[in-house]
């Protein structure tokens, strides 16, 4: 299957059909997803989205994943430090196993369509769902309480998220749950512009792992672990060294009683750790539980097991380190292919809003 896939993925035809989701593309499927370079990697990134891309989703699909570096610029940040962290980003989604002759691995700013797109999404979006996205209103409210105000480019980031997805004809996007509001405004514009000017986009849908879709903070299990957080004691980063995962696990907040028991609610910390041990050995969180008398041994195996999972990754990511030509090598096929892949689609939807097209 993946052969077929791989077939259609490359074929001049299959590239210019707009709508690969008809009856007669049988199981074609396309998956798009992305990391944003807002900091550096976390354990979260990982097992919500990296992990399912290298070791799943490339196998068994036509699948592009990008370096959202237009992302990175909707939150103060250093220009220096964006370079950094999407080169970075880049070579770790390569050591995580990303292989460029599977898949496209690409940064979004080489590719011009995906700014082009997100305009035309503006024009199809309402101001009142752009404000209604969960993650603008978290961080314009802690703004505005610290007197300060965020970016245009924060409240219009679902547009241009949506124009990363729909340039590429997506049908699945393998996030973690924190981006599902956004996979799901991404459906309604797609149907909306459908709908106004023409069948130009397929209607993706997110697809979340059963475990570690939410991976907490472990200094604060009621906090997503998110990698752009200023305090990292709570973070474990996969360039993280061993004795610092460990350290970090170790001091994990856990939850008053020293029973160890699956409670989300009523343990979250405890829940938290247990979610992790179940992703990273695959056993299910709820009996995993039984295997503990008490929460130092829990946090003991996590620590283990987290080590070993990110040891490969590590390593890698050091060998690519000292071959920065191969990484460029990929970006720049990379780019080049997903252009070849948006551009008739992007071009399609220019035409369908009525604008001229060159002559
Ligand atoms: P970003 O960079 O915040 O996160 C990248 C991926 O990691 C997942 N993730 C987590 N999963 C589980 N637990 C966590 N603590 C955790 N933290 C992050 C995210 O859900 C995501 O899948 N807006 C996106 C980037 C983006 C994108 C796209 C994604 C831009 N365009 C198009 C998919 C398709 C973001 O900020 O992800």
Same mark, same amino acid.
């Given at each position: 299957?993946?052969?077929?896939?791989?077939?259609?993925?490359?074929?001049?035809?299959?590239?210019?059909?707009?709508?690969?989701?008809?009856?007669?593309?049988?199981?074609?499927?396309?998956?798009?997803?992305?990391?944003?370079?807002?900091?550096?990697?976390?354990?979260?990134?990982?097992?919500?989205?990296?992990?399912?891309?290298?070791?799943?989703?490339?196998?068994?699909?036509?699948?592009?994943?990008?370096?959202?570096?237009?992302?990175?610029?909707?939150?103060?940040?250093?220009?220096?430090?964006?370079?950094?962290?999407?080169?970075?980003?880049?070579?770790?989604?390569?050591?995580?196993?990303?292989?460029?002759?599977?898949?496209?691995?690409?940064?979004?700013?080489?590719?011009?369509?995906?700014?082009?797109?997100?305009?035309?999404?503006?024009?199809?979006?309402?101001?009142?769902?752009?404000?209604?996205?969960?993650?603008?209103?978290?961080?314009?409210?802690?703004?505005?309480?610290?007197?300060?105000?965020?970016?245009?480019?924060?409240?219009?980031?679902?547009?241009?998220?949506?124009?990363?997805?729909?340039?590429?004809?997506?049908?699945?996007?393998?996030?973690?749950?924190?981006?599902?509001?956004?996979?799901?405004?991404?459906?309604?514009?797609? =149907?909306?512009?459908?709908?106004?000017?023409? +069948?130009?986009?397929?209607?993706?849908? $997110? *697809?979340?792992?059963?475990? #570690? &879709? %939410?991976?907490?903070?472990?200094?604060?299990?009621?906090?997503?672990?998110?990698?752009?957080?200023?305090?990292?004691?709570?973070?474990?980063?996969?360039?993280?060294?061993?004795?610092?995962?460990?350290?970090?696990?170790?001091?994990?907040?856990?939850?008053?009683?020293?029973?160890?028991?699956?409670?989300?609610?009523?343990?979250?910390?405890?829940?938290?750790?247990?979610?992790?041990?179940?992703?990273?050995?695959?056993?299910?969180?709820?009996?995993?539980?039984?295997?503990?008398?008490?929460?130092?041994?829990?946090?003991?195996?996590?620590?283990?097991?987290?080590?070993?999972?990110?040891?490969?990754? =590590?390593?890698?990511?050091?060998?690519?380190? +000292?071959?920065?030509?191969?990484?460029? $090598? *990929?970006?720049?096929?990379? #780019? &080049? %292919?997903?252009?070849?892949?948006?551009?008739?689609?992007?071009?399609?939807?220019?035409?369908?809003?009525?604008?001229?097209?060159?002559?």
């Amino acid at each position: 299957m993946t052969e077929h896939l791989r077939v259609e993925q490359r074929g001049e035809a299959g590239e210019a059909r707009l709508d690969p989701a008809g009856p007669e593309a049988g199981p074609y499927v396309r998956i798009f997803s992305g990391v944003k370079p807002t900091g550096h990697l976390t354990l979260g990134n990982y097992l919500g989205a990296v992990r399912r891309w290298a070791e799943v989703d490339q196998y068994r699909a036509d699948a592009l994943f990008c370096v959202v570096d237009l992302h990175a610029l909707t939150v103060e940040h250093d220009p220096a430090r964006v370079r950094r962290l999407s080169r970075q980003a880049a070579t770790l989604l390569l050591a995580a196993g990303l292989d460029p002759g599977r898949c496209t691995v690409f940064v979004q700013s080489h590719v011009d369509e995906h700014a082009r797109l997100s305009y035309l999404m503006e024009c199809v979006a309402a101001d009142g769902e752009m404000r209604r996205m969960i993650q603008y209103k978290e961080k314009s409210t802690r703004e505005a309480a610290r007197g300060g105000s965020v970016r245009l480019s924060l409240l219009t980031y679902p547009a241009l998220m949506a124009a990363d997805i729909l340039a590429y004809g997506t049908h699945e996007v393998p996030v973690g749950d924190d981006q599902a509001q956004h996979v799901e405004l991404t459906r309604d514009l797609a =149907r909306r512009f459908n709908q106004r000017y023409g +069948a130009v986009f397929t209607v993706p849908r $997110a *697809v979340v792992p059963a475990v #570690a &879709a %939410r991976v907490m903070d472990l200094q604060d299990p009621a906090a997503k672990m998110g990698k752009s957080h200023a305090e990292t004691s709570g973070i474990v980063y996969l360039l993280d060294e061993p004795d610092v995962v460990r350290k970090k696990v170790m001091r994990a907040v856990t939850d008053s009683g020293s029973e160890v028991t699956y409670d989300r609610v009523e343990q979250p910390g405890v829940a938290n750790l247990l979610d992790l041990l179940a992703a990273c050995t695959g056993g299910e969180p709820a009996e995993l539980a039984g295997g503990y008398a008490s929460y130092g041994a829990l946090k003991r195996d996590v620590a283990d097991a987290v080590v070993e999972l990110l040891r490969p990754v =590590r390593e890698r990511h050091a060998a690519l380190c +000292a071959e920065p030509e191969r990484v460029d $090598a *990929v970006l720049r096929e990379g #780019a &080049a %292919r997903a252009g070849a892949m948006a551009r008739p689609r992007v071009d399609a939807a220019y035409a369908a809003v009525g604008l001229l097209p060159p002559a």
